[in-house]
């Protein structure tokens, strides 16, 4: 990988060119703390892994302490802890960006392709790509491994004797070793379909189980629904007639309170009826009291009239309370008048 190359900024730069450099450290600032961040998680979970911590938590296996407490699959932690163990910690600085996938694949080689391969610019190599050089630079070594173990010196092949009974012994000790291996083929076959069977099996329980805890919790969910449904109308209907209840009291309470006040007024209006007709020199009957009521009334009547003629007259509607003023006098006339013809037909 390229040595990143050291910006400063310009003394008479733009704003713009400032700008773009500062933005610039930002960025180098960002992805020295991925890096970072890498490194610590992959070296936490080597941790945890290695010391077993995971089973202290409650949890049977790391793959399940990974998935359910940490959030991420156990191939990726396994990702993270091989980057930790397999790759320098400058290189994963330098290629932090590339992400820890690649990181991962890049510990499989070795140190010397390492540096080759993520001089590259290991960010922009796809993860396809980056499998296909791993391939190819593994291969190449396993094959000078193998050329370098079967080369040996012609003089000492030439050198050897042939023994015919330790040719036979070789032979025997082959095809004891070729029907060994035929039969530990097999045994990893019928393993490998059994595992298989198992694996789906546990896949066709899994959805089941599934299935069975979706129906469920649906059933539960429609439950709690009704549930819900009919506590909320018997609430509403508690609520109702709690509400009913109470403009019944406060109902009655009114009405009591208006009886109250009716039979106050009523005690008023006869007290001050029966001072009236005291006032009159009538005597202390019902028909007595009843007319200084009626009196009452009727003076209370004339001076509200007289109050509208005043307040006409104040408006500066003089015309239209003379009017009024002409009517109220006539119609007491009126009453005088009828009042002295009754009185003097009682007396005929």
């Known amino acids: 990988m390229e040595e990143m190359k050291q910006l400063t900024l310009i003394p008479d730069g733009t704003p713009e ?11 180098v600032a960002a992805a020295q703390a991925a890096a970072n ?51 320098p910690a400058r290189l994963v600085e330098e290629n932090a960006a590339a992400g820890v996938t690649k990181l991962a694949l890049l510990g499989r080689m070795a140190p010397a392709d390492q540096r080759e391969v993520a001089g590259q610019d ?59 291996e035929q039969h530990a083929q097999a045994m990893r076959k019928a393993l490998q379909e059994q595992g298989e069977k198992l694996a789906a099996d546990r896949k066709a ?53 208006d009886l109250e006040a009716a039979r106050q007024e009523a005690a008023e209006a006869r007290a001050q009826a029966e001072e009236t007709a005291r006032k009159l020199q009538l005597n202390a009957s019902e028909e007595s009291i009843r007319f200084a009521l009626l009196f009452e009334q009727l003076q209370g009547a004339a001076g509200a009239m007289m109050d509208l003629v005043d307040a006409l007259t104040a408006a500066g509607r003089a ?30």
């Open 319 to 348: 015309g239209e309370a003379a009017k009024l003023r002409t009517a109220l006098a006539g119609a007491l006339q009126a009453l005088a008048g009828q009042v002295a013809d009754e009185g003097e037909e009682h007396h005929v």
């Open 122 to 180: 290991l960010a922009n190599i796809t993860v396809t790509e980056l499998k296909q050089i791993i391939e190819e630079k593994n291969g190449l070594a396993e094959q000078l491994s193998l050329l370098q173990e079967e080369t040996k010196p012609a003089a000492e092949a030439e050198s050897s004797e042939v023994d015919m009974d330790a040719l036979r012994a070789d032979a025997l000790e082959q095809a004891r070793a070729e029907v060994k």
């Open 17 to 27: 060119q400032a700008q773009a450099v500062g933005l610039h450290y930002e960025i």
């Open 205 to 257: 329980a899994e959805a089941h189980a599934a299935e069975q805890a979706k129906k469920e919790a649906e059933r539960k969910a429609r439950e709690q629904v009704a549930q819900a449904k009919a506590e909320a109308a018997k609430a509403a209907e508690k609520k109702l007639a709690e509400e009913r209840e109470a403009a019944r009291r406060d109902q009655e309470e009114r009405d009591r309170a």
């Open 37 to 87: 961040s890498l490194l610590t998680l992959g070296r936490k979970l080597k941790q945890m892994r290695d010391t077993g911590g995971y089973k202290r938590l409650g949890f049977e296996t790391f793959a399940d302490y990974t998935e359910q407490a940490v959030g991420i699959r156990q191939r990726q932690a396994y990702n993270y802890i091989s980057v930790v163990e397999n790759v």
